[in-house]
């Protein structure tokens, strides 16, 4: 079965810091992989998505870029990180029909 | 402007009443629907889901039903049980490879 791996699971970072998150797959091959954000009041938010490695589709603009170095691993960056970026950020690979989620990660920029 | 929505933020259920929590969506398209479970500081889970060619489809305690014409669907939890408390989320897309669309989500208290 498929399980998504997130990490840090909280983050504080200043305004203008750059960043970095890391989700990686485990028990599938070739998943297609989204980053989403779940800010207040706004519900899951897509940012992007990968069906294969080094191909990036961006759903919003916005101050993040994303990567997929390799099959299994898809990274959420940004080189200077806004008050407006701090939220919950979810990586999910797809299963069947639906998705599997990591556990998030939480971004507070201050 | 919203795909899928969730109009109701919010929702509290005495335990072992029925809950509805509702979900409307405006593309025709969408072919494929389904409901995830949130816990605070975690990843949202899977919770039921439902294809077009179907109007109902009932797992254990859970039930989605779909109204295509009307374009709602529609999840119902009976008898409510206070684990059940978390945000909801329906979510669907069409038939090509492209991804979930998520509504607002609906916190649901169950109160014991």
């Known amino acids: 079965s498929q399980t998504i791996h997130q990490w840090p699971a909280t983050l504080v970072q200043p305004v203008g810091s750059p960043l970095s998150l890391e989700c990686t797959v485990e028990?599938?091959?070739?998943?297609?992989l989204y980053w989403y954000r779940q800010a207040a009041g706004r519900g899951l938010q897509l940012l992007f998505y990968?069906?294969?490695?080094?191909?990036i589709s961006s759903e919003v603009p916005q101050n993040l870029s994303a990567s997929r170095p390799q099959d299994r691993q898809f990274i959420l960056s940004s080189k200077k990180l806004l008050l407006s970026d701090s939220g919950f950020y979810l990586c999910?690979?797809?299963?069947?029909?639906?998705?599997?989620f990591g556990s998030g990660t939480r971004l507070t920029v201050v | 402007d919203q795909q899928v929505k969730q109009n109701s933020p919010s929702l509290s259920v005495q335990e072992g009443r029925i809950s509805i929590l509702n979900c409307d969506y405006t593309?025709?398209?969408?072919?494929?629907f389904l409901w995830y479970k949130k816990y605070p500081a975690e990843g949202p889970t899977f919770l039921i889901s439902?294809?077009?060619?179907?109007d109902k489809n009932e797992d254990g305690r859970f039930t989605v039903f779909l109204n295509k014409s009307a374009k709602h669907l529609s999840l119902h939890i009976v008898p409510s049980q206070p684990g059940d408390s978390a945000v909801y989320f329906c979510?669907?897309?069409?038939?090509?490879?492209?991804?979930?669309?998520f509504g607002k989500g609906t916190r649901l208290s169950v109160i014991a």
């Open positions: 979510a669907t897309r069409d038939s090509g490879n492209t991804p979930l669309v």
């Open positions: 028990g599938t091959s070739n998943p297609n």
């Open positions: 990968s069906v294969g490695i080094g191909q």
């Open positions: 999910a690979g797809n299963r069947g029909d639906g998705y599997t």
């Open positions: 593309n025709s398209m969408f072919d494929y």
């Open positions: 439902i294809s077009s060619i179907k």
